[in-house]
């Protein structure tokens, strides 16, 4: 079964910076694109950021200019740079990424989610 798992979630004030892990672990034989989502109290669940498997990225344009996203294809890592933090980048932040396993099987997998709170 594969698995995601994220890590580096917090509190941190206003204008500051985290760094988000998401580690995929299992049968993968590749993984494709590879996302980051938010889902706020009361909201829908949105995308933040996309990498693809050439590395081509797209980002949500609340998070432009602030936030990176970027892979390590070894580690089967996504990452998720966020500077300039606001109150409104809080949220609960979930990984995804599209695997395809040593069974042929090709699905959408999500982590766990990870808090993010930005408040002074």
């Known amino acids: 079964q594969v698995q995601l798992v994220e890590s580096g979630g917090g509190l941190v004030q206003p204008g500051g910076s985290l760094r988000l892990s998401c580690a995929a672990s299992?049968?993968?034989?590749?993984?494709?694109?590879m996302g980051w989502y938010r889902q706020a109290p009361g909201t829908e669940r949105e995308l933040v950021a996309r990498i693809t498997s050439s590395t081509n990225t797209n980002y949500a344009d609340s998070v432009k200019g602030r936030f990176t996203i970027s892979r390590d294809n070894a580690k089967n890592t996504v990452y998720l740079q966020m500077s300039n933090l606001k109150p409104d980048d809080t949220a609960v932040y979930y990984c995804n990424a599209d695997v395809l396993d040593f069974f042929a099987s090709r699905r959408d997998y999500w982590g766990q989610g990870t808090q993010v709170t930005v408040s002074s």
């Open positions: 299992g049968p993968i034989f590749r993984i494709n694109a």
